[in-house]
């Protein structure tokens, strides 16, 4: 149980293009999203939060119109890199913790890594 | 605010080797809860351990275990008999715990994490 799917797993696209990536909950509810973004050999580095039905909280350094989080269902989250550039080519990582358990544990999707050339 | 410091950058090992990777935060927070995960070359990360604040409790699972100590603020993890598909990136993570309007915020803030590579 408690699956996370992300898809695109991997992208490559040319400069000034938007990338939209999403995170599933395959078998469970999810009120709360995690976006992380990961650079290599380095630690994940929270970028927002998304909670169903509201705007994301984005944490400090992050730009929310660089980086456009919808979190339409209960099951589905969305990140948009607008206009990315090549400083945006990272792993960004998606997680999940389930309706029904306020402290339970993120449930993390298997990554996107976004190449922009 | 919180902080999780994996001093290892690095651990190297041989096979059936036993190994304990360090975990130190710190909070002001009375109730938290502390994570382990796991990320392997693949990339995705596997959820290990949630442990929270008023449990010290050490655990075993397989040959897995760990050790949380309080008043070190240490939440150390020690790996039996160490196999080569035990190589992958570890992470400490600690979690807030704070009620906003009644829902959790649950934010996760990691350590640097930890390469573990396992020879044969």
């Known amino acids: 149980g408690a699956v996370v799917s992300q898809h695109p797993s991997r992208v490559i696209c040319k400069s000034g293009t938007s990338v939209k990536i999403e995170c599933r909950s395959l078998d469970f509810q999810a009120t709360t999203m995690f976006w992380y973004r990961q650079f290599p050999k380095q630690s994940l580095m929270l970028m927002a939060t998304?909670?169903?039905?509201?705007?994301?909280?984005?944490e400090q350094g992050v730009e929310k119109d660089k980086f456009l989080i919808n979190h339409a269902s209960l099951t589905l989250s969305t990140l948009t890199v607008t206009s990315a550039h090549p400083e945006d080519s990272s792993f960004y990582i998606c997680?999940?913790?389930?309706?029904?358990?306020?402290?339970?544990?993120?449930?993390f999707g298997d990554g996107t890594r976004l190449s922009i050339l | 605010a919180q902080k999780v410091t994996q001093a290892q950058t690095e651990i190297s090992v041989v096979e059936k080797e036993d190994v304990t990777l360090d975990c130190v935060y710190e909070?002001?927070?009375?109730?938290?809860?502390l994570f382990w995960y796991k990320q392997p070359p693949s990339g995705e990360l596997v959820f290990l351990i949630r442990r929270n604040s008023f449990d010290e409790q050490n655990e075993i699972s397989g040959r897995y275990s760990w050790n949380f100590q309080k008043s070190t603020s240490s939440f150390n993890f020690t790996i039996t008999a160490s196999q080569v598909v035990d190589s992958a990136v570890y992470f400490c993570a600690l979690s807030e715990q704070r009620l906003y309007g009644g829902t959790s915020y649950g934010k996760l803030t990691f350590g640097q994490g930890t390469i573990l590579t396992v020879h044969p």
């Open positions: 998304s909670n169903e039905g509201s705007k994301a909280t984005y």
């Open positions: 997680s999940a913790r389930a309706l029904d358990s306020l402290f339970g544990p993120q449930h």
């Open positions: 909070t002001r927070d009375t109730t938290y809860y």
